[in-house]
């Protein structure tokens, strides 16, 4: 067979030739929309490769983005790996101080940099020196320069030349939720390869039919590779740009198909979506993904919707996507509580992916069985799973001695394959020598329907080690009524030792910079005895505690 290289530059030369007429459309910061052609696209990322070439980008280099899902960064997805350079998208949310560290490890040579976010990069601007800065969604304060203008100024025609499949793409680093974030190295023949997998039936299943929306950023996890698996498929894109826009009007007004995001965008969108209900029928897939998804949000959107819901799971280190969960045809004539609690489970591994399950912190690895019932740490191999992290050699604390990552996930597999996590390693809750999971213990309390978010964090505790303390937003009228709703509940599905000591009720759990619950920042709140340290978080205050 031909040694055919797998390349980014082969994906964009398919969706031109072959999807020319499909459209990429993006939210302006002025609330009008802007259209045009893959056709279009193309033309402008072949004189975006010739702007970067002569602003002296050479093969290897890093050049990041500071920007949201825009056509602009779509763009550069393409034009930056394309000319043998590496995308680096960076993380908006992350705070000045560790994006100069990113910045400064991954040693960026160029930056472009969305107009709308000009206040909050100047932080960062100090902090790493001159670099140099391309700006598009210019505003008026800016005076760098200006991306429009570079690609009127250059060639149309531009050759590409990527000479082997393993020349690095992308560089993304994780979302930091559990420590510091840490760099990941993707390649042409990883991307590849994890395009083809998430486009298989089971999985996304993106068609040329389809009008995707994904609200996963695009500094989040490479937007779970959505950007390349909608145009290798020839989907329509819609993005949804940098200011937040009212999700049920962009499905409605776009017939959006398939869209993606965190199980908190979901949970947010409902109650709208609800009310207009009729105006989305054209939505036909949810994929959400990064945290647990629910099964009562699973159960909303599938039975008061009508739309299906695709759990994912999957990490920065693996592209990011590992398992999908749909159900097998010998589910079909299982009763809808039965499907959800299947389909709230993370999902079988993508062709492509290995999963075994390990015994937690042992060095002799014996592999766990497939019951359903035994827990234990996740380890995954795949073509395009990281063995290392960026300029660091790998290390047994992430890599096994036989070439396996380490997720740090516990999870339960069943034997059809099913993976369900418990928690993450760093998160399970030890209390008298036993392990509490907090993810179990947040699914049963996100059941109540009068409970908003649920975050269940270890706080230290003389007497047992640590004890859970559960944090929830409730409705406000039925905070006290609902306390003893809640432990009783809990009591039904767990041991007397499990249930939270005391409950707090705040207004939003912290999230993280890609909207997942911030335990770390939930535990600087309330580790002192579990009362709120004075002057916690900015967004979130406790309405009260009660035990
Ligand atoms: P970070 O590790 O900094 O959060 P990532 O965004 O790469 O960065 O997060 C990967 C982790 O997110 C996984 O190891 C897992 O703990 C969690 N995760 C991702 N998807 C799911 C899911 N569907 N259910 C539960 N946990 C998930």
Not at 84 to 109: C, F, M, T, W, Y
Not at 435 to 458: D, F, M, N, Q, Y
Request: glycine letters at 8%; proline letters at 5%; a negative charge.
């Amino acid at each position: 067979m031909m040694n055919y290289p797998l390349t980014l530059a082969q994906m964009l030369e398919h969706a031109h030739r072959i999807h020319g007429d499909k459209r990429v459309q993006t939210v302006l910061p002025n609330g009008k929309m802007h259209d045009y052609t893959y056709a279009v696209l193309y033309e402008r990322v072949k004189r975006l490769a010739n702007v970067i070439t002569e602003l002296g980008v050479q093969r290897g280099d890093r050049v990041a983005t500071y920007a949201a899902n825009t056509y602009q960064h779509l763009e550069l997805y393409y034009a930056i790996p394309c000319i043998g350079a590496v995308l680096h998208p960076l993380n908006i949310r992350l705070s000045a101080v560790q994006l100069a560290q990113i910045v400064h490890e991954a040693e960026d040579k160029l930056i472009f940099v969305d107009g709308m976010f000009t206040e909050q990069f100047e932080e960062l601007r100090h902090k790493i020196g001159c670099k140099q800065i391309v700006r598009f969604n210019l505003n008026p304060a800016d005076t760098d320069t200006f991306y429009e203008q570079l690609l009127g100024e250059v060639e149309p025609a531009y050759t590409w030349d990527i000479q082997d499949e393993n020349w690095a793409m992308g560089l993304c680093y994780t979302s930091g939720t559990q420590g510091e974030p840490r760099g990941v190295l993707y390649t042409h023949r990883s991307m590849f390869l994890h395009t083809l997998a998430v486009n298989q039936a089971d999985v996304f299943g993106l068609t040329e039919a389809d009008v995707v929306l994904p609200l996963v950023p695009m500094f989040h996890a490479m937007a779970w590779g959505l950007p390349y698996a909608c145009m290798f498929a020839g989907a329509d894109m819609v993005l949804p740009g940098p200011k937040p826009t009212c999700i049920a009007n962009l499905i409605a007004e776009n017939g959006i198909t398939v869209a993606a995001g965190v199980p908190t965008v979901w949970a947010n969108a409902y109650p709208e979506l609800l009310r207009r209900r009729k105006d989305i029928s054209s939505l036909r897939r949810v994929i959400v993904g990064g945290e647990a998804a629910s099964p009562t949000l699973i159960e909303a959107y599938e039975k008061e919707l009508g739309v299906e819901v695709c759990h994912a799971w999957g990490m920065t280190e693996m592209s990011p996507t590992g398992t999908f969960s749909k159900l097998r045809g010998t589910h079909q004539n299982l009763s809808d509580a039965k499907k959800w609690r299947i389909k709230a489970k993370q999902g079988r591994p993508v062709p492509g992916v290995e999963l075994r399950l390990a015994p937690e912190a042992s060095t002799n690895f014996t592999e766990l069985p497939w019951d359903g019932e035994t827990v234990g740490e996740v380890q995954v191999r795949s073509p395009w799973t990281a063995n290392r992290y960026y300029k660091s050699e790998p290390t047994t604390e992430h890599f096994t001695d036989d070439g396996w990552l380490r997720t740090g996930d516990l999870a339960t597999i069943d034997a059809e394959g099913y993976m369900q996590i418990v928690d993450r390693a760093k998160a399970l809750i030890r209390s008298g020598g036993e392990s509490i999971s907090s993810v179990a213990l947040e699914t049963a309390l996100l059941k109540h329907p009068r409970v908003l978010e649920a975050a269940v964090i270890g706080i230290p505790d003389e007497k047992w080690g640590e004890r859970p303390l559960a944090v929830v937003v409730l409705d406000e009228q039925a905070r006290k009524k609902i306390l003893d709703d809640l432990k009783q509940r809990l009591a039904v599905e767990f041991p007397k030792f499990w249930i939270p000591d005391r409950f707090v009720f705040v207004d939003e759990i912290p999230k993280t910079s890609v909207g997942k619950s911030d335990k770390r920042a939930i535990f600087a709140m309330f580790a002192s005895n579990g009362k709120q340290v004075a002057g916690g978080s900015g967004t979130s205050h406790p309405k009260g505690e009660i035990s």
